[in-house]
């Protein structure tokens, strides 16, 4: 593979395109400034307009979440994994039907596994422009999304209706339900209660890895993230790794697998046999299956990324036995 070849499977930080109708409170006041990003397969956007960096998939989506201070992520619902790393910025993620079952507060380098059928939103509380990258399970991501019902009713008052077909249309700028497409239905009170409240303390206790503490763990081989024998017990057709300066393999290796690098901190040399190049944090690289390759940090300081590879697990419900 070319440096050029390569370079058509990394998508850069500075390259990438967001969109800003992607989801059904993009006129709700609060929500209305945030960008959405769809890296690799379509993510999970309502909007025929997004952006998509990589269509093809390797058994699951990359994308990112892009907002201004105190701008939230209304909450919503997912039947496959939705895993988010903090790129940039101070986070909190909130979830239960209203919102108040609980709350956890995000740094840098933090990342965190969000139970599967649980109503869930997330807002910048930094003082600057904040990133989160997201992992998402299946190669539809986009077939498993449910709004909690005010969010659909607050948008309807701005001009947004999501469609059954979960397309958005604004009738502000005068577009309308297509024919024999009716509106998005509202969950009623008795499938409300599928959701659960989930406690506080299971969530940081099953589902919340922080970034120091994967630092100690990556002091000489990779840490374990997510999976089977993951620090956070789950097998959503993906594992995740941390790997730090001192958990680098020495040679160069292969795997059958997909594999996704996502650098946190530093800089990151990437090298196989036809070529190199340097990943930077927030970039995106995916790594073709059977291609022999090596990292290392291109720079002295702190250096740390986050490896996700493909498995043969199906997506699905969050799994912790």
């Given amino acids: 593979m070319t440096p050029q070849d390569m370079e058509t499977r990394i998508v850069r930080y500075g390259d990438l395109q967001p969109c800003r109708t992607a989801f059904i ?18 993510g999970v956007t309502e909007s025929p ?37 903090v790129l940039k910025g101070t986070w909190r993620f909130f979830w239960g039907r209203h919102g108040t079952a609980g709350e956890v507060v995000a740094q840098e380098g933090d990342i965190f596994n969000i139970p599967t059928g649980i109503f869930r939103g997330f ?37 947004l209706v999501l469609g059954e077909n979960g397309m958005l249309y604004d009738t502000k700028a005068g577009e309308a339900l297509p024919v024999g497409v009716n509106p998005m239905p509202l969950l009623t009170e008795e499938e409300l209660k599928a959701f659960p409240e ?10 919340v890895a922080r970034y120091w503490d994967l630092m100690a763990l990556a002091r000489d081989k990779p840490a374990r993230v997510i999976g089977a024998d993951g620090l956070l017990r789950d097998r959503p057709g993906f594992d995740v790794e941390f790997l730090s300066r001192g958990s680098i ?38 790594v073709p299956p059977g291609m022999a390759h090596a990292l290392a940090p291109s720079m002295t300081g702190e250096a740390s990324l986050y490896r996700i590879r493909s498995t043969d697990d199906p997506a699905g419900a969050t799994w912790s036995s």
């Fill in 198 to 207: 989930v406690p506080v303390e299971d969530v940081v206790r099953d589902y």
């Fill in 249 to 286: 393999p020495p040679e160069m290796c292969a795997t059958e697998r997909h594999e996704i690098l996502m650098p946190v901190r530093g800089h990151w040399r990437l090298s196989w046999n036809g070529g190199t190049t340097v990943l930077n944090p927030g970039d995106t690289c995916a």
């Fill in 25 to 42: 409170d993009a006129h709700t006041p609060g929500s209305d400034q945030k960008e959405n990003f769809t890296i690799i397969g379509a």
């Fill in 49 to 85: 307009h997004q952006h998509i960096h990589i269509r093809e998939t390797p058994g699951f989506n990359i994308g990112a979440a892009g907002q201004p201070p105190m701008c939230r992520n209304s909450l919503h619902s997912h039947t496959t994994a939705e895993v988010f790393f």
């Fill in 123 to 159: 807002e910048n509380v930094g003082t600057d422009y904040g990133m989160i990258m997201a992992i998402l399970g299946g190669d539809d991501a986009g077939g498993g999304v449910t709004w909690a019902p005010q969010v659909i009713e607050d948008a309807a008052d701005h001009g």
